[in-house]
């Protein structure tokens, strides 16, 4: 099978961010996004879909967080699509539901090639060290669209802590997404009835 690898850059006045991904990896991890919060829920993401991910990104941290937050999730959307290609053979869909004591973290998602997201949650949690629920819904609003991938979130009983709320949330998406792009021997094409994901 070909490997699917991407290197994916993106430079602008406000940022410049690079990611290396590798679908078919063993969840390593080398990511400094300047946002410690955002590093360790990637290091989630990544551990427990089995991807092999590095990030750099220099942001305009005098101003704020928001800027790097977002297109960190642009960036790796836009690695993901590449390394996919044509999709040929990919499961397309996942699900998965991760626990935090009552806090539950659902992620359903399909690569269809229409990039989608919405979040739901019980009660929202307070800011931790700098970061909020809003961040995290830029991320994985960049992530979907660029990615091309409907993306559904959903985060029940949560308790008032950001931590516990999101981590499960980027372990499920982990899990998901490697459900989602795992090549099932079944499909010999495209996992569409059109013939094509785009």
């Known amino acids: 099978m070909k490997k699917r690898t991407a290197v994916e850059t993106r430079k602008t006045k406000e940022t410049d961010i690079t990611v290396k991904l590798n679908i078919d990896g063993a969840g390593k991890t080398k990511i400094d996004t300047g946002i410690g919060f955002l590093d360790h829920m990637l290091e989630l993401f990544a551990f427990h879909g089995f991807f092999d991910l590095e990030i750099k990104a220099k942001g305009d941290f005098k101003v704020d967080i928001h800027h790097t937050n ?13 390394a996919l290609g044509e999709m040929k053979g990919i499961r397309r869909f996942g699900f998965a539901g991760v626990p935090m004591e009552q806090t539950v973290g659902k992620v359903i998602l399909d690569l269809n090639g229409r990039g989608f997201f919405d979040l739901k949650i019980d009660r929202e949690p307070p800011k931790k060290e700098g970061y909020e629920l809003e961040y995290a819904r830029h991320f994985l609003d960049g992530l979907a669209k660029q990615t091309g991938m409907n993306l559904n979130v959903r985060i029940e009983d949560s308790v008032p802590d950001l931590h516990a709320s999101l981590e499960p949330v980027f372990k499920a998406l982990g899990l998901a997404l490697d459900q989602a792009t795992q090549i099932d021997p079944r499909r010999k094409g495209i996992p569409s009835t059109k013939g094509v994901i785009d």
Do not use: Q, S, T
């Open 70 to 82: 977002e297109d960190v999730g642009i960036v790796l959307g836009k690695a993901f699509k590449k």
